[in-house]
């Protein structure tokens, strides 16, 4: 798959569009997955995907062949993804650590009723919560979910997608399933 | 709940859900949720909040995603490689450009260009369609005679362009500088090109500060 892919990339900077073409038949369903796992909404994760490929194309000459051509897309596709949440994102911060509690955030100082009454919850469809629960986390715990969880991707691909330490990572891994089963429990 | 566990076994949960946890702690760790309900209940949700997760479908990419894609690629960069290539090879992009630019409006004048014109210089004669330089007349400067003939009794001290037509020189006729007689339509192109090639360089580099 990688082979085929760096023959697309090759052609692609010789000038061929119709190559790129292939290479984003190849990975529309995975980046645009992911991008709707991190933004939550169809309309929203096709702009982003679509931008994502776009940039991936300006920038091709900038890949290093050498590497795993994903990796390099899913990183354009979750930076894109973390821009477009921070500007959505409201004055207060929720994933702001209370200070002397370590790991826990203001998530887990919000009542579980509260955030989702019980009648709600009932009324939804689960997958639609769970992508709810999602999308609540901060974006930096959302990320490392969605890559590991939901793209199965290994804690050394996300470190070089997300350009973090092997332990942030697993830190964050850590504090995002910490997040998400006190907002799943009820589930 | 009630409970105080060591803060470790929450740690030992997730190093054990990374596969990272060494069989000596993992032991630890199965031992402890057996006797300990809290934690026990903690596990548990940290697992079934996987699975959950892992639950979710996967979706597809809407249709026509990828023609969404292509038709916002840019098409500027292939026309940048184009450039490129020709700053490489100047020559070509400027026989190139030439052809492409000049070529058709340089034929279109060959074929509509049919009327008799000369240079205006003050001391020839014109009968019909031939221009005539008297004899013992000086004609100082360049002469160029388009579809007509030239016929040089005096001097011309200059050069001499003959664009479709005739040139007769009368025995006492002298032209001082170039001759050139042109009567095809490619011939014509060469000229023009010859001519136009000096502003050449000046509107290629006009050309490029542009980009």
């Known amino acids: 798959m990688e082979e085929l892919v760096k023959k697309r990339i090759k052609q692609v900077l010789k000038g061929d569009q119709n190559a790129f073409g292939e290479i984003v038949e190849i990975y529309k369903d995975k980046v645009f997955h992911v991008c709707f796992r991190m933004l939550g909404n169809r309309q929203e994760a096709e702009d982003i995907s679509q931008d994502a490929f776009i940039r991936a194309y300006i920038n091709i000459h900038t890949f290093d062949i050498d590497r795993k ?17 921070r500007k959505k994102k ?36 689960l997958q639609d919560t769970i992508q709810k629960e999602i999308s609540k986390l901060p974006d930096k715990y959302r990320s490392v979910i969605v890559l590991k969880y939901i793209e199965e991707l290994s804690l050394k691909e996300i470190s070089e997608i997300l350009d973090l330490p092997l332990g942030t990572v697993k830190t964050r891994i850590h504090r995002g399933r910490e997040a998400l089963r006190k907002q799943l429990r009820t589930v | 709940m009630m409970k105080t566990c060591p803060d470790k076994m929450v740690q030992y949960m997730h190093e054990y859900l990374d596969e990272e946890l060494p069989q000596e702690q993992e032991t630890e760790l199965k031992l402890h949720i057996q006797q300990c309900e809290a934690c ?45 290539w020709f700053q490489r090879h100047p020559l070509i992009m400027a026989a190139a450009v030439f052809f492409l630019l000049m070529g058709g409006s340089l034929l279109t004048s060959w074929n509509n260009g049919s009327e008799f014109a000369f240079t205006a210089q003050p001391n020839v004669v014109v009968e019909g369609q031939t221009v005539i330089v008297p004899e013992g007349e000086i004609v100082s400067g360049d002469l160029l005679v388009r579809n007509g003939d030239l016929r040089v ?56 500060s542009e980009e």
């Open chain 2, 40 to 84: 026990r209940i903690h596990f548990h949700e940290l697992k079934k909040t996987i699975a959950l997760v892992q639950s979710t479908s996967h979706i597809s990419a809407p249709s026509n995603f990828t023609e969404g894609v292509m038709s916002r690629l840019p098409k500027e960069k292939k026309k940048i490689g184009i450039q490129r």
């Open chain 1, 90 to 125: 409201p004055d207060y911060y929720l994933d702001a650590e209370v200070t002397g509690t370590e790991g826990l955030t203001m998530y887990s100082q919000i009542p579980v009723d509260e955030r989702l009454p019980e009648e709600e919850v009932e009324s939804m469809e």
């Open chain 2, 153 to 208: 009794e005096g001097e011309v001290q200059g050069d001499v362009t003959l664009i479709n037509g005739q040139r007769y020189m009368a025995g006492a006729g002298s032209i001082t500088g170039d001759i050139d007689e042109i009567d095809q339509a490619f011939e014509w192109l060469w000229y023009s090109m010859k001519s136009s090639f000096k502003n050449m360089g000046q509107f290629f580099g006009l050309n490029e």
């Open chain 1, 69 to 85: 051509f994903s990796t390099w897309l899913y990183r354009i596709a979750t930076n894109l993804c973390i821009d477009r949440i």
